[in-house]
């Protein structure tokens, strides 16, 4: 049976000093948050408002724009983040910047907004857990940082 080295696999499917093994989490993730984003996109206006109104109780300077024009800004923000995560040409370090910033506002509604914590604990409330889940998006987003940080001046980073 042939062994195909990582090194060369790497460099036919011209991913530099990426590393294989970001592929997958960038791949599901990035796809994940494309989708969110498009689906924002086509938002109505109930569900803008829904959207803007659960954003502006965790960041009241929100409350300034528009439900529809929030809701646009935000699925056009998820497009872009979701593209620089699939895309192999963006750095793995600046995806995850993104990443861990955009996951990081995510985990403040869960924080800032009533009901969504069981009281006195960072335990998720059954109304919370969508937004608690989201953690998930933090580790991923500061792994790709750590590990491009730990990797620097290695070829396998």
């Given at each position: 049976?042939?062994?195909?080295e990582?090194e060369?696999?790497s460099?036919?499917?011209?991913l530099?000093?990426?590393?294989?093994?970001?592929?997958p989490?960038r791949?599901?993730?990035?796809a994940?948050?494309?989708?969110?984003?498009?689906?924002k996109?086509?938002?109505?206006e109930?569900?803008?408002?829904?959207?803007h109104?659960?954003a502006?109780?965790?960041?009241?300077?929100?409350?300034?724009?528009?439900?529809?024009?929030f809701?646009?800004?935000?699925?056009?923000?998820?497009l872009?983040l979701?593209?620089?995560?699939?895309?192999?040409?963006?750095p793995?370090?600046?995806?995850g910047l993104?990443?861990a910033?955009?996951?990081?506002g995510?985990?403040?509604l869960?924080?800032r907004i009533?009901?969504?914590?069981q009281?006195g604990?960072?335990?998720?409330?059954?109304?919370?857990?969508?937004l608690?889940?989201d953690?998930?998006l933090?580790?991923?987003?500061?792994?790709?940082?750590?590990?491009t940080?730990?990797?620097?001046?290695?070829?396998t980073g």
């Amino acid at each position: 049976m042939a062994r195909i080295e990582l090194e060369h696999a790497s460099k036919g499917l011209r991913l530099g000093n990426r590393k294989l093994s970001h592929l997958p989490p960038r791949l599901i993730t990035g796809a994940y948050i494309v989708n969110a984003g498009v689906s924002k996109l086509g938002a109505g206006e109930e569900t803008a408002k829904r959207l803007h109104g659960m954003a502006t109780a965790a960041y009241p300077l929100l409350g300034k724009l528009d439900a529809q024009a929030f809701t646009r800004l935000l699925g056009a923000g998820e497009l872009t983040l979701g593209a620089s995560l699939l895309l192999p040409i963006v750095p793995t370090a600046l995806a995850g910047l993104g990443l861990a910033g955009f996951s990081a506002g995510l985990l403040g509604l869960y924080l800032r907004i009533p009901g969504m914590r069981q009281e006195g604990s960072l335990r998720p409330t059954a109304q919370g857990t969508p937004l608690a889940k989201d953690a998930w998006l933090l580790g991923i987003g500061l792994s790709f940082v750590i590990d491009t940080i730990l990797s620097r001046g290695d070829d396998t980073g």
